[in-house]
C-alpha cells in the first residue's frame, strides 16, 4: 500500500469491523462488499473500562458520617466538593478525580481535628477535677 488512496494488499482484513470494498472475502461471500464482520479490540484511545464513581461513594459517605457523628467542620465541604465530583464522574473523570482527593484531604483533615478536640476536651476534664479536688 503506498500513500493515499490505494487498496489494501490482496488478503488483508479489516480488525475494526470492515468498511464495504475492505477486507473480509474477495469473492463477495455470504456477508456481501464489505466483508466479514470484523473482530478486534475497538479504536485505539477507547477506554477499556467505564468510569467508576466507588471512591466517590465513599468520600461523600464518610464526609457525611463526619458531619453527624463529630461535628467535623471540614467534612460539610467535603461531602460538598465529593457530591460535586459525583456529578462530573461521567462527563469530566480528571476533574471528578481531583475532586474526590480533596474530599479525602478534607475528611482526614477533619479527622485529625475532631482527635485533637477530644484530646483537648479530656485534659481539660482532668484538670479541672484536679483543680476542684485541691492537688
Not at 46 to 70: D, Q, Y
Not at 75 to 103: C, H, N, Q, Y
Not at 116 to 133: K, T
Amino acid at each position: 500500500m503506498s500513500g493515499y488512496g490505494g487498496s489494501p494488499p490482496p488478503g488483508w482484513q479489516d480488525p475494526y469491523g470492515g468498511s464495504p470494498g475492505w477486507g473480509g472475502d474477495p469473492y463477495g461471500g455470504a456477508y456481501g462488499p464489505g466483508g466479514a464482520p470484523g473482530y478486534g479490540y475497538g479504536p485505539p484511545g477507547t477506554p477499556t473500562r467505564p468510569a467508576s464513581s466507588a471512591s466517590t461513594i465513599a468520600a461523600l459517605v464518610c464526609n457525611i458520617a463526619g458531619v453527624v457523628l463529630c461535628c467535623g467542620i471540614l467534612s460539610i465541604p467535603g461531602a460538598i466538593t465529593s457530591a460535586i465530583a459525583m456529578s462530573r464522574v461521567e462527563t469530566d473523570p480528571e476533574s471528578a478525580r481531583k475532586l474526590t482527593i480533596w474530599s479525602w484531604v478534607l475528611f482526614g483533615l477533619s479527622f485529625v481535628i475532631g482527635i485533637i478536640l477530644i484530646i483537648i476536651y479530656i485534659v481539660a476534664v482532668v484538670m479541672a477535677e484536679s483543680y476542684d479536688s485541691g492537688y
